[in-house]
T-cell receptor, first 111, second 113 residues
């Protein structure tokens, strides 16, 4: 059972455009929603995270939008750059850190 | 600080062989976990530990064993390798309280032939 569903699987965006990746979850007990960025040959690294008591969190060009009633959250990358080309994973957890990951999105930013 | 260190980086096994993937962290994190990453399936939790001497199963534990004798080390053992265990394995660590950043190692790419 996939508790966190992520879409799209792959995404191509022009440089300077907005990249949007969506996730939906099922377990209403989840209380922490991070996004991880992974470059080829590397382990995932935390990009940005949000708790369900806020609807949006912004860090630089990266924004998480959170819709608790719809059980959905999304990552927006503004002014996308070639260096943002990577695989992005949404995740969710409750209590102490049993992270459940989405399937991943391979993002390509064309120069 | 080295963070989370995994060895080896690459490994080829024959079906039926056993091996241990090593994971060590130097951040004094209580929580450690092992994930496998397969195309289109994200990262799936194999086993996790909330402290020395305490381990538990994750989503896909079959064919794997773990132990946690120290805070720093969390090895993953493949008892009898099967082609279905061909994957990239990641170890992660974090503080035990929820909502804290999980730090991942560089991964071990395992091929079982």
């Amino acid at each position: 059972q996939q508790q966190v569903k992520q879409s799209p699987q792959s995404l191509i965006v022009q440089k300077g455009g907005i990249s949007i990746i969506n996730c939906a979850y099922e377990n209403t007990a989840f209380d922490y929603f991070p996004w991880y960025q992974q470059f080829p040959g590397k382990g995932p690294a935390l990009l940005i995270a949000i708790r369900p008591d806020v609807s949006e969190k912004k860090e630089g060009r990266f924004t998480i939008s959170f819709n608790k009633s719809a059980k959905q959250f999304s990552l927006h990358i503004m002014d996308s750059q070639p260096g943002d080309s990577a695989t992005y994973f949404c995740a969710a957890s409750w209590g102490a850190q049993k992270l459940v990951f989405g399937q991943g999105t391979r993002l390509t930013i064309n120069p | 600080n080295a963070g989370v260190t995994q060895t080896p980086k690459f490994q080829v096994l024959k079906t039926g062989q056993s091996m241990t993937l090593q994971c060590a962290q130097d951040m004094n994190h209580e929580y450690m976990s092992w994930y496998r990453q397969d195309p289109g399936m994200g990262l799936r939790l194999i086993h996790y530990s909330v402290g020395a001497g305490i381990t538990d199963q994750g989503e896909v534990p079959n064919g794997y064993n773990v132990s946690r004798s120290t805070t720093e080390d969390f090895p993953l053992r493949l008892l009898s390798a099967a082609p279905s265990q061909t994957s990239v394995y990641f170890c992660a660590s974090s503080y035990l309280r929820g909502g804290t950043e999980a730090f991942f190692g560089q991964g071990t790419r395992l091929t079982v032939v």
